[in-house]
């Protein structure tokens, strides 16, 4: 697609459920970021995947979070044991180059 | 910590008039740094962006300053537009020209009165 594209646009789950939300890249670009807005905050960096390095999780907040991008293409972040502090907008972006941030319309988690 | 600060959450102008948004950060490692557009229910948009070798960039009606000396840098929007509204992220990253993540600010809710 022209964009990109994350699944679910919403998501309410009950507390102590595992969640994934998914995102699918632009074609071609090699970095791919997951972010996440707390109500009233910024955009908080979670993880970034830079072609087949090592990703960079330093902003995951606990090891509840976890994510993956397969083949290089589409990324899964995974939430284990849900929690309301969790609940939050998740927002995905790919680049070319850091010039180039192109952000989902991201995933509402309410968790309840 | 919150490295990059935008410590206005709202403002309001006059259509047709200027807007100027405020961002100041602490890291002096930052090089680079960015403005982003974001309207409810859709990802936020990159507007304009800024080397730290430079202290003006313009792109029509936006324009961003940057001020290293004070860690300081803002975004001028002239004339203002009723499309304008929306919140926006001041961002920074530490390696320019290379993919890096960016620390955002907690982003400025712009109204633009008709």
């Known amino acids: 697609g022209a964009g990109v594209s994350q699944s679910p646009s919403n998501k309410v789950t009950e507390k102590g459920k595992d969640v994934e939300l998914r995102c699918d890249p632009i074609?071609?670009?090699?970095?791919l970021y997951w972010y996440r807005q707390s109500l009233g905050q910024g955009l908080e960096f979670l993880i970034y995947?830079?072609?087949?390095?090592?990703?960079?999780k330093s902003g995951l907040p606990s090891d509840r979070f976890s994510a993956e991008r397969t083949g290089g293409s589409v990324s899964t972040l995974t939430i284990q044991r849900t929690q309301q502090e969790d609940s939050a907008v998740y927002l995905c972006?790919?680049?070319?180059?850091?010039?180039?941030?192109?952000f989902g319309s991201g995933t509402r988690l309410t968790v309840v | 910590d919150q490295q990059v600060k935008q410590n206005s959450p709202s403002l309001s102008v006059q259509e047709g008039r200027i807007s100027i948004l405020n961002c100041d950060y602490t890291?002096?490692?930052?090089?680079?740094f960015l403005w982003y557009k974001k309207y409810p229910a859709e990802g936020p948009t990159f507007l304009i962006s800024?080397?730290?070798?430079?202290d003006k960039n313009e792109d029509g009606r936006f324009t961003v300053f940057l001020n290293k000396s004070a860690k300081h840098l803002s975004l001028h929007i002239v004339p203002s537009q009723p499309g304008d509204s929306a919140v926006y992220f001041c961002?920074?990253?530490?390696?320019?020209?290379?993919?890096?993540?960016?620390?955002f600010g907690k982003g400025i809710t712009l109204s633009v009165r008709p």
């Open positions: 972006a790919s680049s070319p180059t850091h010039y180039g941030y192109t």
């Open positions: 995947f830079q072609g087949n390095s090592a990703p960079d």
């Open positions: 800024i080397s730290s070798i430079k």
């Open positions: 890291n002096s490692m930052f090089d680079y």
């Open positions: 074609s071609g670009h090699t970095a």
């Open positions: 961002a920074a990253s530490a390696i320019a020209g290379a993919n890096s993540k960016l620390t």
